[in-house]
């Protein structure tokens, strides 16, 4: 079965601080991949998806970046992070060959808090 | 322009009372797809249900069931005999072009499940 692991789940940086986010799926080849974040009181907001290695595609301007280094790592960054950069961040993958009436499953989150 | 709109940012039930979760969508496309997903405390989200625009009949699933009305552009969601481990954020999704990266989601309700 499909598993994707998220890490880590709670982080506390300083303004100003980088940033690494790490995501892998086990059990798909060739996932399609994505970062949401959501902020409170506010719904998921798609920052990155990739359909394949070192293939990112943005959804948003904004301080963060996306890599894909293998196929099945997904890792979010910044240089510098914002306060405005605080929130909980999933990751989440999909078959790769999915329509629009694919489903997205999504890991157990990051919880950001930018000091 | 995809929205998704979930008017009711909190319900509480007391525990067996019947609760419904309200959702209304806006899209151009023709054949869309919408969804819901559960997100427990645990942060992760959970895919509950899938529903694509040409199939309107209601699902029921367990104590979950589902209510689709195109003429409203509604997505309704309702649990019966509601239990404490209802008790978590709920988001309506629509997804209508390339699949699961134009997942729009909405802000969620948070149900609060009182024993």
């Known amino acids: 079965s499909q598993t994707i692991h998220q890490w880590p789940a709670t982080l506390v940086q300083p303004v100003g601080s980088p940033l690494s986010l790490e995501c892998t799926v086990e059990g798909t080849s060739n996932p399609n991949l994505y970062w949401y974040r959501q902020a409170a009181g506010r719904g998921l907001q798609l920052l990155f998806y990739?359909?394949?290695?070192?293939?990112i595609s943005s959804e948003v301007p904004q301080n963060l970046s996306a890599s894909r280094p293998q196929d099945r790592q997904f890792i979010l960054s910044s240089k510098k992070l914002l306060l405005s950069d605080s929130g909980f961040y999933l990751c989440?993958?999909?078959?790769?060959?999915?329509?629009?009436?694919?489903?997205?499953?999504f890991g157990q989150g990051t919880r950001l808090t930018v000091v | 322009a995809q929205k998704v709109t979930q008017a009711q940012t909190e319900i509480s039930v007391v525990e067996k009372e019947d609760v419904t979760l309200d959702c209304v969508y806006e899209?151009?496309?023709?054949?869309?797809?919408l969804f819901w997903y559960k997100q427990p405390p645990s942060g992760e989200l959970v895919f509950l249900i899938r529903?694509?625009?040409?199939?309107?009949q209601n699902e029921i699933s367990g104590r979950y069931s589902w209510n689709f009305q195109k003429s409203t552009s509604s997505f309704n969601f309702t649990i019966t005999a509601s239990q404490v481990v209802d008790s978590a954020v709920y988001f309506c999704?629509?997804?209508?072009?390339?699949?699961?990266?134009?997942?729009?989601f909405g802000t969620g309700t948070r149900l609060t499940v009182i024993p």
């Open positions: 529903r694509n625009s040409f199939d309107e």
């Open positions: 990739s359909v394949g290695i070192g293939q």
């Open positions: 989440a993958w999909s078959v790769h060959w999915g329509g629009p009436n694919t489903e997205a499953f």
């Open positions: 899209t151009r496309d023709t054949t869309y797809y």
């Open positions: 999704a629509l997804s209508g072009r390339t699949g699961a990266n134009n997942l729009f």
